[in-house]
């Protein structure tokens, strides 16, 4: 186990990804990284109700940018004002991130599982 995974291990993280495929796979990473995925949204609506249930105790999140043509940003908004931080994922690089997010890490689609972590690591380890 390395230094990365001990600062992942038990993180709890929500997971907004669309594509059902990627889901998967990132889910099996975080679990491999130690974390316990609290939850999988795959539409802006479904990630909305998971960063406003003030119940569910998160520790950060991975968050794709566009679900669907909807962009994930109401999902992020949220999050920061609960104080979850967050990373994005997104097949557009970081010229699809607006100004106020400009500090948030983001991984160009395909990552690979060192990039993921190091990110996770650096927001939430």
Partial sequence: ???????????RVL?????AFVA?????????????????AGTLS??????????LAIDGAVLDINLGGEKVFPVA???????????FCTGYGVAGVPG???????IAKPYLEETLKTALVAQIG
């Fill in 24 to 40: 998967l796979m990132l889910e099996a990473l975080l679990e491999g990284f130690g974390c316990d995925v609290v939850g999988v």
């Fill in 15 to 19: 997971v907004v990804e669309d594509e």
């Fill in 77 to 87: 908004r949220r999050l920061l004002a609960r104080g979850v931080p967050f990373i």
């Fill in 100 to 106: 106020d997010f400009a500090g948030v890490p983001t």
């Fill in 46 to 55: 479904r990630g909305l109700e998971y960063a406003a249930d003030e119940a």
């Fill in 1 to 11: 186990m390395t230094s990365a995974d001990v600062l992942l291990n038990g993180k």
